[in-house]
C-alpha cells in the first residue's frame, strides 16, 4: 500500500545486497528445485501485513486452520515499504529468520531491492493451483515480476483524492484542487515519496511512467510551492484516513480501499476520485522470505487466498481491487442470499469500480516512476525528499 520511502531509497543508495550476491530478476528452474526440496509442512504460518487489509476476526484465515490443520499468527506490522526494508534487511543479509514466512509488499522499487537482494523465495507454482486457474489474466503478467516467480498478488488499489464534501463544499475532480488556497492547511499529502512524486508529475502534465529528471524537476517544485503556501498540513502515512475522518484536513491523496471501508465501517460519505489528470495504480504482493521456517505452509496459505470464495470473502471486507475476477459472481450469489442494508451493500460493492474496475480506467492510472539504476533513484530521492523532510 506504499511505495518508495526516502529510507528505503538511502538504503539502496548504499547498495544493500543480500551476502553480497544478487538473484536475478528471473528465477532459474534448478533454483525452485533447490529451495523447495527440503522444505515440509511444519502446520504453522506467520503472516505479516499492512493494517486493514483483512477483517480483524479474521474469518480466512480460521476457515484456512479448519481446512488445513495449519496454525497462524497474524500482525499489522507494515506501515511503509522503507521502513520494512530497513528493518528486516539485516536480518536477511545475515540469513537470519525474521519471524515472518508471508509477507505483503508493494511494487514499489523496494520490490526490486528485495529479489534483487536474494531476499525473496521463488515459487513453486506446482504449488499455486488455485492462482493459475483463478488469477485474472492481468495479474499474470505484471512487468515488475515477469512470471510471477517470486509474488502473486494480495490486492490491487488506486491511489486517487478522497473528500469530505460537507467541509469542501463542492466536488473534487482535479489534481489542481489540492493546491487551491481555499483549502489551505486542509490538504494531505502522502510521506511516501513515491506516491507524492506521482501527482507532483501529473500535475505538471508529466506521465510518471516515461519521466525524465527534469519533469521531476518541475514536479518537486510544483509540490513545493503548495507546501511554501502553507496548503498542505502534513504529508501523512495510512495515518491520513484518520485525519480525514476528524476532519484534520478536507482532502487528501488516498488509497481507494481505505475510503470504501472508511465509509462502510463508521456509515461516513467521504468521496473517492480519480483525478481528470491521472491517478496511480499499484499492486501489493504476497511473497515468502528466503529465510521463512514455514515456507510450504506460507506459499499454500497464499494459494488459498486464490479459492473464489476466500478471494470473495476478503475483497468484501479490505474492498480493494480483487485479483480474482469470479468473486465477483460469487458476491453476487451471496448477495441473493441476504436482504435489506446487507444485500444492498454487498450488491454495491460487487459493482464497484474501486474493486472490479473497468478496463477503460486503467487508461487514467499510471505506475510509479521505473528507475533503471541506483543513480536514477538517487537522483529521485534527492529531488523529493527535501519536501517531506525539509
Known amino acids: 500500500m506504499s511505495g518508495l520511502s526516502a529510507l528505503g531509497m538511502a538504503l539502496a543508495a548504499c547498495g544493500v545486497q543480500g551476502k553480497g550476491t544478487k538473484a536475478p530478476a528471473s528465477a532459474a528452474p534448478d533454483a525452485v528445485q533447490q529451495y523447495w526440496s527440503d522444505k515440509k509442512q511444519n502446520n504453522l504460518v506467520r503472516f505479516a501485513n499492512w493494517p486493514l487489509y483483512m477483517d480483524p476476526k479474521q474469518p480466512e484465515l480460521k476457515a484456512f486452520k479448519a481446512k488445513t490443520g495449519i496454525n497462524f499468527t497474524y500482525k499489522e506490522v507494515i506501515q511503509e515499504m522503507g521502513s520494512w526494508f530497513a528493518k528486516v534487511q539485516p536480518q536477511l543479509s545475515a540469513g537470519q529468520d525474521i519471524g515472518y514466512d508471508l509477507m505483503v509488499i508493494t511494487n ?160 461516513r460519505d467521504l468521496k473517492f476520485v480519480i483525478p481528470e489528470e491521472g491517478g496511480t495504480i499499484w499492486t501489493d504482493n504476497m511473497t515468502i522470505p528466503i529465510t521463512a521456517k514455514n515456507p510450504v505452509d506460507a506459499i499454500t496459505l497464499m494459494d488459498f487466498f486464490y479459492e473464489v470464495p476466500n478471494a470473495a470473502s476478503l475483497a468484501e471486507y479490505i474492498n480493494y481491487v480483487c485479483p480474482v475476477p469470479n468473486a465477483q459472481a460469487e458476491m453476487r450469489k451471496e448477495a441473493a442470499k441476504l436482504s435489506g442494508e446487507d444485500k444492498t451493500d454487498l450488491l454495491a460493492l460487487a459493482s464497484s469500480p474501486l474493486v472490479f474496475p473497468a478496463q477503460a480506467a486503467y487508461a487514467n492510472l499510471h505506475y510509479y516512476v521505473a528507475f533503471e539504476s541506483v543513480a536514477e533513484q538517487q537522483q529521485f530521492q534527492k529531488t523529493f525528499d527535501p519536501i517531506v523532510l525539509g
Request: no cysteine; aromatic share 14%; hydrophobic share 35%.
Open 108 to 267: 514499489s522499487f523496494q520490490f526490486s531491492q528485495f529479489r534483487d537482494s536474494g531476499f525473496l523465495a521463488p515459487l513453486d507454482h506446482a504449488k499455486l493451483p488455485n492462482f493459475a486457474k483463478f488469477a485474472g489474466d492481468a495479474y499474470k503478467k505484471e512487468a515488475f515480476d515477469p512470471g510471477n516467480q517470486y509474488s502473486i498478488p494480495w490486492a490491487s488499489g488506486i491511489t486517487g483524492i478522497a473528500y469530505d464534501r460537507t467541509k469542501t463544499g463542492r466536488d473534487i475532480t482535479k489534481l489542481a484542487d489540492l493546491w487551491d488556497p481555499k483549502f489551505k492547511g486542509k490538504v494531505g499529502m502522502m510521506s511516501d515519496v513515491q506516491e507524492l512524486g506521482n501527482f507532483g508529475l501529473m500535475a505538471v502534465g508529466a506521465n510518471p511512467d516515461k519521466s525524465s529528471a527534469s519533469d521531476w524537476e518541475k514536479a518537486a517544485k510544483k509540490l513545493q510551492d503548495q507546501k511554501d503556501a502553507g496548503i498542505v498540513r502534513k504529508y501523512y502515512d495510512q495515518g491520513y484516513i484518520d485525519a480525514l475522518g476528524s476532519g484534520e484536513v478536507w482532502l487528501t491523496q488516498a488509497w481507494s480501499g481505505d475510503i470504501y471501508q472508511k465509509n462502510l465501517s463508521e456509515h
